[in-house]
């Protein structure tokens, strides 16, 4: 089915590990973003792109990494784990002309420890 | 610095009731306001809105912008139980977008 795919759904790790989230999508979206979402602060942006090989920073970029070597990925890894990047990962596409996100992925839900 | 409310923080209402949810943002350079719904996982895009006072309406629910007051509502008639849900607001400048905290919505039998 065409949609919005993220996994791990869950994942535990322990600080200092390397962890990778993977986002694809099925529809050729330009852009693709990926947000967290904490108690007390809604979703923020963390970095998106407008197409492969074109990334940006959002609201919240420090401790993460993406790549987008191909249109239907979006990864995302955390270099190196710490306790306060425990919380749930969205990634989401649009094919709005603007980084405006309409269609997001179920989550991961990352506990680091 | 930017920023978007949403008020309230939550509602609880009884199926039938119509509820209005607000959203004011303080944002340079804005754009467009989105509505957005999340059950229990992703959020699900309700409407977008860039014009002051033009309606947008899907079924019962429906939204407007002030851009001259920075503020949108988001009426739901007719409630059901399957409109539960937290409701999100964000708005869009030139570089980011700013969600607000969200409204949790609960529609009793």
């Known amino acids: 089915d065409a949609g919005i795919t993220q996994s791990p759904r869950y994942k535990i790790t322990e600080t200092g590990r390397q962890v990778t989230l993977m986002c694809h999508q099925t529809?050729?979206?330009?852009?693709m973003f990926w947000y967290r979402q904490d108690l007390g602060h809604g979703l923020r942006l963390i970095y998106y792109?407008?197409?492969?090989?074109?990334?940006d920073k959002g609201e919240v970029p420090d401790g993460y990494v993406v790549s987008r070597s191909k249109t239907e990925n979006f990864p995302l890894t955390l270099e190196s784990a710490t306790r306060s990047q425990t919380s749930v990962y969205f990634c989401?596409?649009?094919?709005?002309?603007?980084?405006?996100?309409?269609?997001f992925g179920d989550g991961t839900r990352l506990s680091i420890l | 610095e930017d920023k978007v409310v949403q008020s309230p923080l939550s509602l609880v209402v009884h199926e039938g009731d119509t509820v209005t949810l607000n959203c004011s943002y303080e944002?340079?350079?804005?754009?467009?306001l989105l509505w957005y719904k999340q059950e229990k996982k992703a959020p699900t895009f309700l409407f977008m809105l860039?014009?002051?006072?033009i309606e947008k309406k899907s079924g019962r629910l429906s939204s407007i912008l002030d851009k001259k007051e920075l503020f949108s509502i988001l009426n739901i008639t007719a409630t059901q139980t399957g409109d539960s849900a937290v409701y999100l607001c964000?708005?869009?400048?030139?570089?980011?977008?700013?969600f607000g905290a969200g409204t949790r919505l609960t529609v009793k039998p």
């Open positions: 989401a596409s649009s094919d709005l002309r603007t980084p405006q996100p309409q269609h």
């Open positions: 529809w050729s979206h330009s852009y």
């Open positions: 792109s407008a197409a492969a090989d074109i990334t």
């Open positions: 944002v340079t350079n804005f754009r467009s």
């Open positions: 860039t014009s002051s006072g």
């Open positions: 964000a708005v869009y400048n030139n570089n980011d977008m700013r």
